[in-house]
DNA sequence: CTGAAAGCGCTTACAG
DNA sequence: CTGAAAGCGCTTACAG
């Protein structure tokens, strides 16, 4: 602040001054224009150090329209798997250069995410991500479609959006086929909340494997991805145990799989020797649960970096003619909580 | 798109030709003015409705200085704190009519958050919120100190910046007093990282407590938040359990509280019969450890909503003589993983 | 209660 | 390689 008027920041003009240009140069300066004589620029580079100028964006955007911010439009960040691709999403956003601006739901229906996607719009973002792992949110997203680039994670395949995805049937398919191989007759499946497009294809993978197996096909436990119902799973599992004979249980996600455990624990029911459990996430805490989980991990760090990568590619260069789909392979992570049934 | 030039979104002008009116007035319709008459204001707004205006924001930033964006500086939103602390902000800031733009660190030092503020500076956010619960962090912030009002959510004391934070000292007396009451002769703890504001408040409450009781104070178990490093303090509690006698253990959050279970129970140690255990957040997963954790809730949303508030407060009526500081009181929740001690 | 004028701080052709 | 001009879409005094 030791030149220009006292009181308010720099602008254009008060670099060009001190350095003896138009302010057309300070701003071809800035925008790496090629066209600058070396010493000119470093002229513009001094004068803007001195004076801490920064441009301003809001002016920028006006002329450009491009506001060089991505909208996110999350569910509940506060569960382990949204929180990670959401830290995921804002890492490669930043190092591309762009802001991230956020509205994450409580409640999803196609109000709340139609309401969501007016207000980013309202913010004439340049492009949107959409964690919309639900079919309504799903559907919603895709009846958008607006001017702006959309790019769902975790979204369905029916909506001709591109997607961003983690291959939930074939994580399915490495736990359910997992226990099988361990010698297991059979395994039963803790699904998710039924309209979950993950919940439903783990279900699918978990399916497709024991059909494609020859064993027969138990019926689904139903979950909401809580601890809590994961609980009361186990407590229904657990009456049944001897009834069923279930030996070998496939839950759809790490927090029901450590409600399940206390579940059987109650029970009298040995993990793995009686049961054996996989989970699904690889929480950080699926390693020191009682006993270690066996579960399939996601990466979704990874899932944020090519959902950024994508809205970017679409804003660059327009849609695409069909609509892409990008899947992320899962990993299964073997621990104490599965092993081979007992001989009986 | 009915109307105007096609291809283009609809301008205020566009607005007050079909209103017949000029553009001015559709400002003031927007902008709440008293002036308008209430016919000229219908005929507005059903223009408005009718080619589905939506003001150009940069436009209006541009003039008004304002981006109605508030940003957000956190770490590692992938814990369940700054998660549900993010959600919170995002929900009270909605509600407010403000933006949030957050970058989200890896690591926390001077030059990361320094960093993150610039980037958030160059995008001229109205106002600052600091998730900055490491002495560091705290300090970087402080350092600061521009322009624009910042707010730090669980901040230290020292840095005479406003700060939203739950008690933490309270929080850890509340369970220390709890083991002491069930009859303990005194209450072990394992601290969490020594840099971060929490760890060192929760462990300054565990101290006061047991030294206003007149026991004896034993020494402190390091560990890092991490369910791995609670893993590891459990089996040196273990190792040590007969020697030391230990029989209630306040650990200083829920997921290494959940290590240390795991690790107790591997030891053949009994929770609670053999020792008691007390955590600190009330994690969803909480509820279904075996045993049931007792621990100290938090109330992450309500400390959202008080940031929110504090920091439009501050933008509205500028800086408070003397830095205010806002708590939010933590409770403990009474479970299954604390008990007498056993008669020996 | 409403309109004509000026200006916010940039970028983008257009000249030279 | 660099500058003078126009304009992005709003809001804010200023008139009337």
Redesign the pocket.
């Known amino acids: 602040m030791t030149h220009g008027a006292a009181g ?9 001054r001190i350095a ?12 790496h ?9 470093d002229r513009v580079l001094a004068a803007i150090e001195e004076l801490g ?8 955007a ?5 506001t060089n911010t991505l909208g996110v439009v999350a569910f509940d960040t506060t569960l382990y798997g949204p929180a990670s691709t959401l830290f995921g999403l804002e890492q490669a956003a930043r190092d591309a250069g762009y802001f991230i601006s956020i509205v994450s739901l409580k409640t999803i229906n196609r109000k709340t995410v139609g309401e969501a996607l007016d207000y980013l719009a309202a913010q004439a973002v340049d492009g949107l991500i959409a964690i919309a792992p639900q079919v309504e949110a799903a559907a919603a997203v895709s009846a958008l479609q607006g001017n702006v680039p959309v790019v769902a994670v975790e979204g369905g395949e029916a909506d001709g959006m591109p997607v961003v995805a983690v291959d939930q049937v074939r994580g399915a398919e490495l736990a359910t086929r997992h226990l099988l191989d361990l010698g297991h007759r059979t395994v039963w499946h803790v699904a998710g909340p039924a309209d979950w497009l993950e919940a439903e294809g783990r279900q699918r993978g978990w399916r497709a494997t024991l059909r494609a197996a020859g064993v027969e096909i138990p019926p689904v436990v139903a979950g909401d991805w809580s601890p809590r119902s994961g609980y009361e799973a186990g407590r229904r599992i657990a009456a049944d145990a001897r009834a069923s004979r279930a030996t070998a249980v496939f839950v759809s996600n790490d927090q029901m799989a450590l409600g399940l455990l206390r579940a059987l624990h109650e029970a009298g029911i040995r993990v793995p020797q009686d049961v054996s459990i996989v989970g699904f996430d690889d929480i950080p805490e699926a390693e020191f649960l009682t006993p270690p989980l066996t579960t399939v991990r996601q990466d979704f760090a990874e899932v944020g970096r090519k959902s950024i990568a994508l809205v970017l590619d679409l804003i660059e260069t327009g849609p695409r003619p069909v609509a892409e789909r990008i899947v992320v392979p899962p990993v299964l992570v073997t621990r104490a909580s599965s092993t081979a049934p007992a001989t009986t």
């Open positions: 308010r920041s720099p602008v254009m003009a008060d670099v060009a003896g240009v138009s302010h057309q140069t300070v701003s071809r300066v800035l925008n224009h090629p066209n600058v004589r070396p010493a000119t620029r100028y920064r441009r301003n964006l809001s002016a920028r006006l002329v450009t329209r491009r």
